[in-house]
């Protein structure tokens, strides 16, 4: 390939992109998919890998991307819930503990009480933010997730629901 480095430099923007796009709904994959795009690009600024390797990487994320888009399929979910089921799935003694089954069934039951409660200035009155979080610590607490890292799952479930609060208010 003659023009390796354009070619590097127009897929990383496309990738950049697309990970930007997923990040208004879904927080915690689009963390994971911006982390391994930045560490391979870092890998790259070090001399770790070739232009022809970079490139290799980049087309393996843009695969993973491909890959996170079909999770809700796979799932049996909805985007929002598959957003929530990633953001409750961060706790490996959840999964463990629960299930697959019982995350999705929480991942379902809080994106409904999100949508129903989402109000076009949640994120600035704290009444209603703290009404949020009463509702997922209290579905958290009804299916049984761990304690040990309830605080952390609440705080990133309701990360979560901000982003899709504006989502499903068309902010």
């Known amino acids: 390939m003659k023009h390796q480095n354009i070619a590097l430099e127009l897929l990383k923007k496309i990738l950049n992109d697309e990970i930007k796009n997923r990040a208004r709904i879904n927080l915690v994959k689009s963390r994971k998919l911006l982390e391994m795009l930045?560490?391979?690009?870092?890998?790259?600024?070090?001399?770790?890998?070739?232009?022809?390797?970079?490139?290799?990487?980049?087309?393996?994320?843009a695969k993973e991307i491909k890959e996170a888009d079909k999770e809700g399929e796979r799932l049996g979910l909805r985007t929002d819930e598959v957003a929530f089921y990633n953001a409750l799935e961060v706790n490996d003694s959840?999964?463990?503990?629960?299930?697959?089954?019982?995350?999705?069934?929480?991942?379902?039951?809080?994106?409904?009480?999100?949508?129903?409660?989402?109000t076009i200035d949640w994120t600035i009155r704290e009444s209603?933010?703290?009404?949020?979080?009463?509702?997922?610590?209290?579905?958290?607490?009804?299916?049984?997730?761990?304690?040990?890292?309830?605080?952390?799952?609440?705080?990133?479930?309701?990360?979560q629901a901000e982003l899709l609060a504006d989502y499903f208010t068309g902010l």
Do not use: C, F, S, W
């Open 38 to 61: 930045e560490a391979a690009i870092k890998r790259y600024q070090n001399n770790l890998l070739t232009t022809a390797q970079i490139i290799e990487e980049l087309i393996k994320i």
């Open 94 to 118: 959840a999964v463990q503990v629960l299930g697959d089954e019982k995350l999705k069934e929480i991942a379902r039951e809080i994106a409904d009480k999100v949508k129903k409660n989402a």
């Open 128 to 159: 209603a933010r703290a009404k949020l979080m009463v509702i997922v610590k209290r579905t958290l607490t009804k299916y049984g997730y761990p304690p040990d890292k309830q605080q952390k799952a609440i705080d990133t479930v309701l990360k």
